[in-house]
């Protein structure tokens, strides 16, 4: 009896390995590398960090989970935080080659030590994305629903 089992114990460990690999790709257990870009706290450059961030299945939870750590900020203290603590996605739309993102005013917040300017802030967040995804082609970025600097911009609620 315990020679047949013995038998069966190689193919069956073969076995198990595979379907718990297949099961971690398809429920996002991989993790990916990502690379954020963040200012120097001096004012002056650009700096990369490398992160491992769990892979989802689809592109669209890809993409805004790489933006939900950017906006984290770094774990290198020699770097600065891209947009103010506090702002969040409020929504996100994939169209093709096309991402929409809809920030929280908080975005607008002056923060003590915060050097980045508003219009940086927006190419350093859309710089990021298109590191780490080629094939987006443009990303529109609003506030509150808002498109930043149009004539009709306000934060008034």
Do not use: C, W
């Not at 114990?9 to 390995?17: C, D, R, V």
């Not at 290198?76 to 702002?87: C, H, M, N, S, Y």
């Not at 994939?94 to 975005?107: H, P, V």
């Amino acid at each position: 009896m315990v020679k047949k089992v013995l038998r069966f114990l190689p193919a069956s460990l073969i076995l198990l390995f595979f379907i718990t690999a297949a099961v971690m790709a398809n429920t996002g257990f991989i993790s990916q590398r990502q690379v954020f870009l963040f200012p120097l706290d001096n004012g002056k450059g650009i700096n990369a960090e490398m992160r491992l961030i769990s892979k989802y299945r689809d592109k669209e939870n890809r993409i805004v989970h790489t933006v939900r750590e950017l906006l984290l900020g770094p774990s290198v203290l020699e770097f600065e935080r891209v947009v103010p603590a506090g702002t969040k996605i409020q929504s996100y739309i994939l169209d093709g080659n096309t991402l929409y993102l809809d920030f929280s005013e908080a975005f607008f917040d002056q923060e003590s030590g915060l050097t980045l300017p508003f219009k940086e802030r927006i190419e350093l967040v859309k710089k990021t994305v298109f590191l780490n995804y080629r094939f987006i082609r443009d990303i529109v970025i609003t506030i509150n629903g808002q498109i930043p600097e149009s004539p009709f911009f306000s934060l008034d609620s």
